[in-house]
RNA sequence: CGGGGCGUAGCGCAGAUGGUAGCGCGCUUGGUUCGGGACCAAGAGGCCGCUGGUUCAAGUCCAGUCGCCCCGACCA
């Protein structure tokens, strides 16, 4: 490719509405440009960089045993209202109408579509299991797009959806899924971890993230840092051990005045007490019922969790007037002692506390020396906290870390969710009609993109790994078009396309230093670079985007150096 | 949905107190340069987001409207 020729707008300055270092250097490297909120053209080295990508997907896929297709991007709701999804998917799910007042969604994801399709196709357990997959573009009406591709509204997925006779021809599949994310990442030149996760509005029990670690990501992930134990998983998902106070007398319950103390810190200051002795109630709805939630005043409530064990469809931290009207007292002051109206639960943390401070149901009051069982009833205990780093691994003991990462894929056991309310069924071995087991699997392959910029680059641009290089080599001429070492340079590089290798070959008629720049900011592995030095010793300069090492070749032995370093990579 | 910010050339921006629009980058043409974003000369490119108002006169003041960006969406 003749960069003349091609379309690779690259940027001296970085655009004023790019955040993380991916998405600037997406826009400047000419990969990049907006459309509108969330939507995005990839320009040609961005979309060479996503047909790499879905080519090492196609290749561990069809080596698990998927099988290509594709669905419909649009989708009747119809199908969303058979598997319930129309009502609980939210404004996420981009709905619109036809011109006969039909209702349709642009696809997020595809598990209606495909098990509708596997419910009239797949009839024998003879053809299981099965597994489909495609790679297309996915919408999602995002709350708020951010970050270029990273989460956009429009963007590239892979996801695949298996079909099983039983949990455990599901059970192996998902391992194999697992293996075979994990080759994608590795072959992406990424940096990842597997970790357990909240399934959310996929469905379903079972579920891994493959996170990719970076700074700029949304995602935060407690893992232990016991390689044996290899504990992880999201901060929605995570359990931890938190340290247990000292046993110690029953005291007196006691009111106290607290003026205008409300927050944590505010009581804990005043009264003098540290925050693991105060316990949080906080008021939550759920699905028309109000639920105080105790909690130790050093923990945070994990909304996941307690959703789950409330059994609610919705969540929310009552507003004000909901507080007072069950409290009758102001924000900041509600607590269980005498408290009606409200189902009393607790997490774990509050199992061992003794002679703890809750706000007294009146404003500016709280009580101390507060025990349940006394002076309150709680009617269960549950694991509803966020894990923290700091806190201790619940398989090992260890000393829990927290960081940050971007999720590129997700894999589900879905089980008979879809297949049930879908009514999606096979003619099992003994003549009955079954259900199927189902698996699902996601990979994010422009979000891979963004990923892979924003743990592969340094002060010049990007630099790709040559798993996922746009091209492999750049060669560069020094001089101007027509001149020795140009004509030089054309051959090189006709020499190199003709053997195989992706180059591209700057034929630009600009200076030295505007080509050196724009090399290193498009991030191509390896530079051929060809001036009259070159020709006048027959020394020729191979130059290696990661390291800046340079290595000097003779004419004739330029492709074969290439070769080797491109298989040695 | 709430808070903040911004809409002026393809991009980045400047345009007190109102007087009919400019800079840098990029683009075109010609010439000189050629190992780290060269230089000279000549050009092209604007419904100053949109609508209405005030005024002799509006990019500038007023009202409305649309769009985009950032922050938040919750811990008593």
Sequence with gaps: ???????????????????????????????????????????????????????????????????????????????WMQSGRWDVYGKELMRFSDRHDKEYALGPTHEEVITSLAGNE??????????????????????????????????????????????????EYYKKMYEAYSNIFKRCGLRFRAVLADSGAIGGENTHEFMVLASSG??????????????????????????????????????VDTPNKKTIEEVSGYLKIEPYKLVKTLLYKYDGNIAAVLI????????????????????????????SKITGCAVGFAGPVNLKNAKIIADNSVKNLLNFTVGANSTDAHFINVNYNRDFEIEKFYDIRLANKGDKCVKCGAVLEDYRGIEVGQIFKLGEKYSKSMNAVYTAEDGKLKNYIMGCYGIGITRIVAAAIEQNNDEKGIVWTLGIAPFQVIVIALGKPGSKEFQTAKEIYEELKNSGIEVLFDDRNVSPGFKFKDADLIGIPFQAIVSQKSLAGNSFEICVRKSGEKIMVDRNSIKSKLDELIRLN
């Design 1 to 79: 490719m003749l960069l003349s020729k091609y379309l690779a707008p690259t940027l001296k300055e970085t655009p004023a509405d790019a955040e993380i270092i991916s998405h600037k250097l997406m826009i400047r490297a000419g990969m990049l440009r907006k459309v509108g909120p969330g939507i995005y053209n990839y320009l040609p080295l961005c979309f060479r960089v996503i047909k790499k990508i879905e080519e090492i997907v196609r290749e561990e896929m069809n080596k698990a045993d998927a099988i290509e297709l594709l669905m419909p991007i649009l989708t009747p709701a119809e199908l």
């Design 122 to 171: 797949v009839k024998s357990y003879r053809q299981l299991p099965i597994c489909l997959y495609q790679i297309q573009s996915k919408f999602r009406d995002e709350v708020r797009p951010r970050f270029g591709v990273m989460r956009a509204r429009e963007f590239v997925m892979k996801d695949a959806y298996s079909f099983h006779a039983n949990e455990k021809c599901l059970d």
């Design 218 to 255: 949304e995602s935060r992930v407690i893992s232990c840092p016991n390689d044996k134990c290899g504990y992880a998983a999201t901060d929605e998902t995570a359990d931890s051990n938190i340290f247990r106070p000292e046993k110690e007398e029953l005291k007196e319950l006691q009111k």
């Design 296 to 323: 130790r005043g050093d923990r945070d409530v994990n909304e996941i969790k307690l959703k789950k064990v409330l059994n609610a469809n919705e969540i929310e931290l009552a507003d004000a007037d909901t507080v």
